[in-house]
């Protein structure tokens, strides 16, 4: 059985067929959650923002003008939620979490300092990092969520490595040059 394109599933699901839907949940919700992880930075918050983008897209569907670019658009809602709910968590913080987030030791210190060296990239190049390191996502899977190409992923992800090589030996980790 040949798997049908986005395009096919997107008009099914507009025609009411909820396991179509459920098939493009099922595609593009690692995706969707790295993408909202680019913004918040907590995995439980991600995938709610990655959840409350599948159900604006749902909702919204008949909208979507480009079939066949249906991962590109949830991108965009994902990336509008997960700005909101960053505002959000901003504007609620409350002074334990920041204390309880500064608590790290040894390898905690070193996890800390990539995550750091992470969130200093570009959104772009942070957004490629989390979605190929994070989500798991292979070089063609995140070049069609960003409507790009494989060979693009693969640059943005060569320069960010290197933007955070630099980075850490700045900060005192990593290899240093002889």
Not at 121 to 126: G, K, S
Request: charged content about 30%.
């Amino acid at each position: 059985m040949l798997a049908r394109t986005d395009a096919e599933l997107v008009d099914a699901a507009r025609k009411g067929d909820v396991s179509s839907f459920g098939e493009l949940y099922r595609r593009h919700y690692a995706a969707t959650v790295g993408i909202a992880y680019c913004r918040l930075a907590d995995h439980h918050l991600a995938e709610d923002a990655a959840q409350e983008a599948f159900a604006v897209a749902c909702r919204d569907l008949g909208r979507l003008r480009q079939m066949d670019r249906f991962a590109q658009w949830l991108g965009a809602i994902c990336r509008k939620v997960a700005i909101r709910a960053a505002k959000s968590r901003f504007r609620h913080s409350l002074p334990e979490d920041t204390a309880l987030a500064a608590k790290t030791t040894g390898s905690d210190e070193r996890l800390e300092a990539v995550r750091q060296s992470v969130e200093r990239l570009p959104a772009a190049a942070r957004e490629v990092v989390l979605l190929h390191y994070f989500s798991g996502l292979s070089y063609e899977k995140i070049a069609a969520t960003l409507g790009t190409s494989p060979q693009a992923v693969h640059g943005r992800l060569l320069r960010a490595r290197r933007k955070m090589a630099e980075d850490l030996r700045r900060n005192g980790l990593g290899r240093r040059e002889p």
